[in-house]
Every structure is written in C-alpha cells, then in structure tokens.
C-alpha cells in the first residue's frame, strides 16, 4: 500500500534562507506525488503535482520539486524564504487501487520564517 | 468561480447535539471527500463518495454520516456531538477515484471549525 512520511513536524529557517522540506514514499506503482500547503485558518491548496514526465515540478511561489525514483523521495524546495511562506505544507501520494485511488497525505510539517 | 464551499465556518455544539456540515462543489467533480485535520494527526479522512450515489467509509467514520444528495453535494451529520469531535472539518473534491482518476488531485474547501462542548 502507498504511504508517505515527512522528516520533521516543525522547520524553521530565516528569511532568505534555503527552504528544504523532505517527503519520502511507499509505492508498489509508479507513484503520483503532490505537495499542498495550507495558509492559517484557511483550506489546503496545491502546490505542485509530479505525475509522469519531467522529474523536476515547478509550483507556485517559487517552490519546486524533484522526484527521486532511487531514493523514493519527492521533497519540496525554495532557494530563498519569505515571511509569508509560513504555513504548513502535506505531501501526499495517490494510492493504489486497493486503496481506491485517494491522496495518502504525510502528517504535515510546519514551516516558521524567522525576520 | 467558488470552487467548493463549506458551511458553517465556525459552530460551537454542547454534547449530545446534532449538526450537519454541508458541501457543494462547482466544479463537475464525481468524487467528493470528508476530512478532520487535528493537532499533530493530519489529515484524516471520515468518508468519501467516489460517484453520486455511492459513499463509503474512511479511516474515522464512527460517530459520523454522510448523505451524497446529488452530484455537486455532500453533507456530514453527527447525530450526537462528542467533545472528541472537536476538530476542523474539510470537503474536498476531485475528478474522479480510483480507475477512473485521472490524477486525483483533490480540491478543498476552506474548512469548518467545529468545537464540542
């Protein structure tokens, strides 16, 4: 069965700093991977989607990432961070068949951005 | 266009009070989801229905119903509130489920905070 795991609830870093979130997965089948990040006290929004094709995704707001088929990775960068990038950001993975094709999310890591 | 829209945004319940949490997409999505998004948890989902007529059960669907009432809605009811119900409460909506997802990336709705006295 698909699952994710996201290395570390909590990141912070400083303004302009190297944004690295990490999102590694389970898949018995080539995997569909997404990042989605949720702004407080609002709904969740997509970020980026790797479905096949280019293995480096570019998303909104200056944020990418590069699946690693090897490493079973898909974690989201950003070379320079910005204070309204705080909020927190899911990986998630479709799943299989069994699993009815849903979004396995990760469990969320929250990003601060320190001044 | 709206996208998907919850209502109510905010509601505070005493124990054993029943509430019903509705959704509606725009969007011509066949499948729409239910999720609770608590501290340190997650996202976890409670029911979805993949096609109208049709739902099923979650990871958490226990003091919980759902009605697929036509194709761009979904409803939670909790026939009898329970302080562990607190929680913010998300719909979301994608194309379709399984074989027939072409991606299933989902789409959400801004969230109902619930809080069960």
């Known amino acids: 069965a698909q699952s994710v795991t996201q290395l570390g609830s909590h990141v912070s870093v400083s303004e302009g700093a190297l944004v690295l979130l990490r999102c590694n997965y389970s898949?018995?089948?080539?995997?569909?991977l997404f990042w989605y990040v949720q702004y407080p006290n609002q709904g969740l929004q997509l970020l980026l989607k790797?479905?096949?094709?280019?293995?480096l995704v570019k998303g909104i707001n200056g944020f990418e990432a590069e699946f690693k088929k090897s490493e079973t990775s898909f974690h989201l960068t950003k070379p320079s961070a910005h204070m309204s990038d705080a909020a927190e950001y899911f990986c998630?993975?479709?799943?299989?068949?069994?699993?009815?094709?849903?979004?396995?999310f990760g469990q969320g890591t929250e990003l601060s951005v320190k001044p | 266009n709206a996208g998907v829209t919850q209502t109510p945004k905010f509601q505070v319940l005493k124990t054993g009070q029943s509430m019903t949490l509705q959704c509606a997409q725009d969007?011509?999505?066949?499948?729409m989801y239910w999720y609770r998004q608590d501290p340190g948890m997650g996202l976890r989902l409670i029911y979805y229905?993949?096609?109208?007529?049709?739902?099923d059960k979650g990871e958490v669907p226990n003091g919980y119903n759902v009605s697929r009432l036509n194709k761009r809605e979904f409803s939670l009811r909790l026939e009898s509130a329970a302080p562990s119900q607190t929680s913010v409460y998300f719909c979301?909506?994608?194309?379709?489920?399984?074989?027939?997802?072409?991606?299933?990336?989902?789409?959400f709705g801004e969230g109902s905070r619930l809080t069960v006295l």
């Open positions: 229905s993949a096609s109208e007529g049709t739902t």
């Open positions: 790797y479905t096949t094709g280019a293995t």
């Open positions: 969007m011509n999505h066949n499948s």
């Open positions: 979301a909506s994608s194309e379709a489920t399984g074989q027939g997802a072409r991606t299933g990336e989902l789409f």
């Open positions: 998630a993975v479709r799943g299989s068949y069994n699993q009815g094709g849903k979004l396995i």
């Open positions: 898949s018995s089948v080539p995997p569909y």
